[in-house]
């Protein structure tokens, strides 16, 4: 099923991405989490793909397993760094031909060791050009593209984010998937900013449940998010006691997620990091899934 029909045909749809892992255990851990995870009836899974295209097969064995072992649709996500159009296409009759419906479409992030993109020759130079080949070549694909409520790092300002996001949903996006955030007024101003611009197509939070504030620092730190200053004192205050943060990151995730819940959202899509506990708490707390 492809993303249009999954948001046409569900009030709240639920999903959660995956990343691939580096050995076969880790793999096989993965699934144990995923069984754990697909509990909860989600409408669908992702699979990130690595900088640069690093872990395409991976990510494609990944996706394809999840679509056969458990029967729901799945997406690749798929990026424009250091892949030429035609190695990209190449890549899609793959995923077509393992019944890998969906694609999360993104410019992609530099190589490990590179701060900046860089174009690779014959290929796409932004994410829109890369939504336009797959809405014009694979139209049988449904499409996500990644949205920024607190504004993505390289925009030059809030109008150009989203001026480049309106060109992603004009050039065949059927969906937004947002990155994560801990306050969600912040998606909420968003969501307001993408109405008013006549982006219409569903508007899905990201959420990442925490499970330690080392890692929450690091993390908002790569993508920008702010933290609130509640929430971090709060985390701190736990000191080196982990099952304390723990809870401490469960419950603001179960605060998000109700509040955007009650709010209408069409869905909530919950980057997991390979793990179900925080992700399971959260959604048993909410009465989701299950």
């Known amino acids: 099923m492809r993303l249009p029909d999954i948001y046409a045909a569900n009030k709240f749809a639920l999903s959660f991405e995956l990343f691939p892992p580096k050995t076969e255990a880790g793999v096989e851990a993965l699934f144990g989490h995923a069984q754990t995870l697909v509990g909860f009836k989600p409408a669908y899974i992702t699979c990130t793909y690595g900088a640069g295209g690093s872990t395409q097969d991976r990510t494609l064995e990944i996706a394809a397993r999840v679509r056969k072992e458990f029967g729901l649709p799945v997406a690749t996500h798929l990026t424009c760094v250091g892949r030429t159009a035609d190695q990209i296409r190449d890549y899609l009759r793959r995923a077509a031909e393992a019944d890998v419906t969906n694609v999360v479409a993104l410019r992609g992030d530099p190589p490990a060791g590179e701060t900046e993109f860089r174009f690779t020759e014959g290929g796409f130079h932004y994410a829109n050009e890369l939504v ?159």
């Open 132 to 290: 336009a080949m797959i809405h014009e070549d694979f139209p049988a694909m449904g499409v996500a593209v990644g949205g920024y409520p607190e504004v993505h790092q390289e925009a030059p300002s809030p109008e150009a984010d989203l001026d480049a996001l309106k060109r992603k949903v004009d050039a065949g996006a059927h969906a937004i998937i947002t990155q994560l955030f801990y306050d969600n007024e912040d998606f909420f101003r968003f969501r307001d900013r993408c109405n008013a611009a006549g982006i219409d197509v569903p508007l899905i939070p990201g959420l990442l449940p925490v499970t330690n504030v080392s890692q929450v620092k690091r993390i908002a730190s790569l993508c920008g998010a702010g933290l609130p200053v509640a929430f971090l004192s709060q985390l701190e205050a736990c000191g080196d006691d982990a099952a304390a943060q723990f809870d401490v990151g469960v419950e603001q995730a179960t605060v998000q997620t109700q509040g955007l819940v009650d709010a209408g959202v069409p869905g909530i899509h919950y980057y997991v990091l390979n793990k179900s506990e925080a992700a399971s708490r959260v959604l048993k707390a909410v009465r989701l899934g299950g």
